[in-house]
């Protein structure tokens, strides 16, 4: 019986053009550049215009997928969304997407897991793959968090970030794709980092609005306490299933929310600093979109070459966690002109507005 392996043959980013500093936030609440530099590693952050929403970003970050891939949007057999900032509430994000770019054959799914989903969607993906239920499958992860930024609230706002990563991932013979996985969740913690409305459990309501309920909240020591160790300990538990060493692995590519973080669980595994791949200085946490971001730029710049093995982790809103080793098969050589260089936007002098407002984001 033949077996079905993922290969990724295709990989593109996207962020909004928009870049908001250090500095631009620091007029807004009492924060400073020095701070948050030195508390999460993040320098700059890209936020969406007013009229930009989520399956914007996907739609982008999916099509220079596609195009790198070689692969038309005909041909692709299931759209996989990981995203906690969809358009609407209903209908999911992953249908806009699968309209937008044109995959009229593909079924399409929204997966919500917070920062952990684009592993769960890759994990997700895979397994489509190996029972020979779909051929090709675009998965993307992304996010509008900017919406959802309290302005006021100077622990979480200068923290996130929007963009949109996304892979194609193609059935084949030659062994490759997640050779081991772990997927977690603690829902004990689950108001460690929550929004709390609008949803079944507080509806819109005014007090919803007056209590600024639907903005994120954070209870950032207990989050980076459990990240620190569902980073480390389940990057170790995917490296013993596979019988793999630090040795074995190409690169590492952890969720960016801090770099502190990063830089912890680098050390606690011996990992060499060449081999983990680090961005949040330039798109702060984009939660979901993180890992198909800080990979698409890896792959780009040469990082990881075919054969090679990735390992990926991520932890968040759940909370959640998930790990996986991912083998690279031959990858899809870049056609001139596949939307790699227009990766970069330039950045505008400052999206704060004549009132001290990023715009967009305070009424
Ligand atoms: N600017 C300046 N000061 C700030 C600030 C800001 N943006 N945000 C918080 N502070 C203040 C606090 O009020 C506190 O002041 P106090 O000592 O007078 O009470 C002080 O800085 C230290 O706050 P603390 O929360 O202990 O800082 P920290 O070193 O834990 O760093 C985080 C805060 C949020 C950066 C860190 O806890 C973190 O990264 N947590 C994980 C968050 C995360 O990964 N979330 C995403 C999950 S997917």
């Known amino acids: 019986m033949t077996r079905h392996y993922s290969s990724l043959v295709g990989w593109g980013h996207y962020a909004p053009e928009n870049v908001v500093t250090n500095d631009d936030l620091s007029e807004i609440v009492d924060t400073t550049d020095e701070w948050i530099r030195a508390r999460s590693g993040i320098e700059r952050r890209h936020f969406v215009s007013p009229d930009q929403a989520t399956s914007d970003l996907c739609i982008e970050a999916g099509r220079r997928a596609l195009d790198r891939a070689g692969v038309a949007p005909e041909d692709v057999g299931l759209v996989l969304v990981a995203t906690s900032s969809p358009d609407y509430l209903t209908p999911p994000v992953s249908s806009q997407v699968q309209h937008g770019l044109g995959c009229a054959n593909a079924g399409a799914m929204t997966l919500v897991v917070g920062c952990t989903g684009f592993v769960y ?112 300990e389940s990057l170790q538990r995917v490296m013993d299933k596979a019988a793999l060493g630090v040795d074995d692995v190409d690169l590492f590519i952890p969720h ?75 990858l899809a050589l870049a056609p001139p002109d596949s939307g790699a260089d227009r990766d970069r936007q330039p950045a505008p002098e400052s999206v704060i507005d004549d009132r001290g407002v990023v715009e967009g984001l305070i009424a």
């Open 256 to 330: 960016q929310a801090n770099a502190r973080i990063i830089e912890y669980a680098a050390e606690q595994l011996q990992l060499p600093p060449e081999k983990v791949v680090m961005n949040v200085a330039e798109y702060g946490n984009t939660s979901a979109a993180t890992i198909p971001i800080a990979l698409s730029e890896a792959l780009d710049a040469g990082r990881a070459e075919a054969g090679g093995t990735l390992a990926m982790v991520g932890f968040g809103a759940g909370l959640t966690w998930a790990a996986c080793l991912f083998d690279l098969g031959p």
């Open 121 to 232: 969607g890759l994990v997700t993906a895979d397994q489509f793959i190996q029972t020979g239920a779909y051929e090709t499958i675009l998965l993307i992860g992304a996010e509008v968090i900017s919406k959802n930024l309290d302005m006021t609230d100077r622990t979480t706002c200068v923290l996130f970030g929007d963009g949109a990563g996304a892979v194609v991932l193609q059935a084949t013979d030659r062994p490759c794709g997640v050779r081991s996985f772990e997927l977690g969740s603690d829902g004990s913690q689950a108001e460690a980092l929550i929004a709390p409305s609008p949803g079944t459990r507080n509806p819109v309501s005014q007090y919803a609005i007056d209590h600024r309920t639907h903005y994120l909240r954070m209870d950032g020591r207990a989050v980076f306490k459990f990240a620190t160790r569902a980073m480390t």
